[in-house]
């Protein structure tokens, strides 16, 4: 089993939808998660981090459920901008080592 | 501020070859990590470094594959000999302990071993 699994997608949507992402983790003992943004042929960046109450910013909507290991991101009102691949990460307690998920590509079409 | 800075940004080169990549962080970031991207595989962790210690480098492939930090701004990865199958994109990143293990990324080395 993967350490951290994403549906990998495409998921295509039309502007101004809402789609959700869902991530699970195997570790129990992960402390720290993040959605980071990766655009065609770039570096990942930072999206946000997910707190266990659950956050939001903006548009971007970050939830965490630690009882069945699953951490999700629901974007609303979908912009042509956001379409990207969006990587769910974990960090599995010891130092600052992150663990990525490969995944999910989101293509948003006019 | 600067980002995270690596070079070369593409590099073809031959099976066999010697390959070094380098990067340099972000001023007063104290971690540095290195990791591969491929189609197949993702984003992989090689190696990673805190105050310029290797910490963990059960990520690197096989001991073709090494690397350095000599001083707080400056690491390299290197493989030697090169095979295609080492072909990916390589990132460079850093963080600053303490900060909600955020870690900011370089652009990346396009690698590609013919």
């Known amino acids: 089993r993967k350490e951290v699994e994403q549906d990998p997608g495409p998921f295509n949507v039309p502007e101004g939808a809402t789609v959700a992402f869902n991530c699970t983790y195997s570790?129990?003992?992960?402390?720290?998660f993040f959605w980071y943004r990766q655009d065609c042929r770039k570096e990942p960046k930072l999206l946000m981090s997910?707190?266990?109450s659950g956050n939001e910013d903006g548009r971007f909507t970050a939830q965490l459920n630690r009882a069945s290991q699953y951490i999700s991101l629901l974007i609303r009102d979908s912009k042509l901008s956001d379409s990207a691949t969006y990587l769910c990460v974990v960090n599995f307690l010891y130092g600052n080592k992150l663990v990525f998920g490969a995944g999910t590509i989101l293509r948003v079409k006019s | 501020d600067a980002g995270v800075i690596q070079s070369p940004r593409h590099e073809v080169t031959e099976m066999g070859q010697e390959v070094t990549l380098r990067c340099k962080p972000i001023s007063g970031h104290d971690y540095l990590f290195w990791y591969r991207q491929t189609m197949m595989r993702g984003l992989e962790l090689l190696i990673y470094f805190n105050n310029n210690v290797p910490i963990d480098d059960s990520g690197m492939p096989e001991d073709r594959f090494s690397a350095k930090m000599p001083n707080a701004s400056f690491s390299t990865l290197k493989i030697q000999p090169s095979e295609p199958r080492d072909s990916a994109v390589y990132f460079c990143?850093?963080?600053?302990?303490?900060?909600?293990?955020?870690?900011?990324f370089g652009p990346g080395t396009r690698l590609t071993v013919l």
């Open positions: 570790n129990s003992a992960s402390q720290s």
């Open positions: 997910v707190y266990s």
């Open positions: 990143a850093s963080g600053k302990a303490g900060v909600a293990d955020t870690q900011y």
